[in-house]
């Protein structure tokens, strides 16, 4: 069994303890009292022309072990994200493999109106609900952890409550499937997500392998600007999902200051 196949028991389990305590029903219920998102996540992408950081709150990672201390203030480094310019947050709500929660999606909504994606193993409609319900203007959709169906089913289900939802890939054949999906978002993940190594040039390859309207955004490896400057020369990518290397700067400002301008 690798990682994958393993994260992705593991969240199965989960999201039925967490249906045994809310029901699917009653998720439901409450998002018809709430006013629907209006896809903000994308139209801040597509609104920019120039680059555009989704900057990631990243506790830990499987590839990586714990990143910053367990007593880290998340907040403060989003403020800091918010003055620096990023386009959007990206923030890990997954427990286990992440060291992340749901809460801390729900305080980052309180403290800042910039789009949200929270990234997580979404393996059920449950966690659609619940990301809207939490204040998640995107979700995450990863292609080689679900089959086809069940992506559009959770694709579909975020577009009817207004949620962006990225489509992730790895492959040519996972880009080519992720075409189909009526999300105008695609993220192109540098690192396998089964062997965790990691190629920069796996997203300009892969963006160099379509043609498309859609908005393609570099995932895993990115840390500085010369890195952005290489992608962007050699394909249309013009949107970055970054998280480790700003997490572990001393200087997170600078780090974004850099990286966007």
Do not use: W
Request: with cysteine.
């Amino acid at each position: 069994m690798n990682i994958l196949e393993e994260i992705y028991n593991y969240k199965l389990d989960f999201v039925n303890k967490a249906k045994s305590k809310i029901s699917l029903d009653e998720l439901i219920e409450q998002s018809k009292k709430i006013e629907k998102k209006d896809f903000q996540f994308s139209k801040k992408l597509r609104n920019n022309k120039g680059i555009n950081i989704i900057g990631e709150l990243k506790k830990a990672s499987p590839s990586a072990g714990n990143i910053v201390n367990d007593e880290i203030d998340l907040i403060n480094i989003a403020k800091m994200y918010d003055d620096a310019g990023v386009s959007c947050f990206s923030i890990l709500t997954d427990e286990k493999y992440f060291n992340g929660s749901l809460q801390d999606l729900i305080e980052l909504r309180k403290n800042t109106a910039t789009p949200i994606l929270r990234k997580e193993f979404i393996v059920d409609e449950y966690q659609v609900y619940e990301s809207f319900l939490s204040g998640a203007d995107c979700i995450l959709i990863i292609l080689s952890m679900i089959d086809l169906d069940l992506a559009k089913k959770i694709e579909n289900v975020a577009i009817s409550l207004g949620l962006d939802s990225i489509i992730e890939v790895h492959d040519e054949k996972e880009i080519k499937e992720a075409l189909k999906f009526n999300s105008n978002l695609i993220g192109i993940n540098n690192r396998d997500l089964k062997s965790f190594t990691v190629n920069i040039n796996n997203a300009v390859n892969l963006a160099n392998s379509i043609t498309t309207n859609k908005i393609l955004i570099s995932e895993s490896g990115i840390s500085s600007k010369s890195d952005i400057d290489q992608t962007m020369s050699k394909s249309n990518i013009r949107t970055f999902l970054i998280g480790e290397s700003l997490m572990r700067s001393d200087n997170i400002r600078n780090k974004l200051s850099s990286l966007i301008n």
